[in-house]
Nanobody, 123 residues
Framework: QAQLVESGGGLVQAGGSLRVSCVSS???????LGWFRQAPGKEREFVAA????????WYGDIAKGRFTLSADNGKNTVYLQMNRLKPKDTGVYYC?????????????????WGQGTQVTVSS
């Protein structure tokens, strides 16, 4: 059974940093793993994605210059390091796996989702 489990969310002041993690298990091969976030009352939006086979990464506009993806394939874990956080970064951050095709920036391309982890940035 493929599974994704996020952790590391919490409360941080504006300008601070936070790292969220996603542990994947049960996949027969290394999928693309993406991060999406959903703010209250808003649609889920793309943050970043990584190809676990090549470590190639893609970043959404909301993440460029502030967020960094990394992977520890030995631990089947992907980390999203978030720096210079802003109150508008507040939301639930979801990890998702793309095991087929489709653009890594498209929410519809993802087949498996974690339960999400709450990130709250106070002003």
């Amino acid at each position: 059974q493929a599974q994704l489990v996020e952790s590391g969310g919490g409360l941080v002041q504006a300008g601070g940093s936070l790292r969220v993690s996603c542990v994947s298990s049960g996949f027969t091969f290394r999928p693309y793993l993406g991060w999406f976030r959903q703010a209250p009352g808003k649609e889920r939006e793309f943050v970043a994605a990584i190809n676990l086979s090549s470590d190639s990464a893609w970043y959404g506009d909301i993440a460029k210059g502030r967020f960094t993806l990394s992977a520890d394939n030995g631990k089947n874990t992907v980390y999203l390091q978030m720096n210079r956080l802003k109150p508008k970064d507040t939301g639930v951050y979801y990890c998702a796996a793309n095991v087929g095709s489709g653009r890594v920036t498209d929410i519809g391309s993802y087949d498996y989702w974690g339960q999400g982890t709450q990130v709250t940035v106070s002003s």
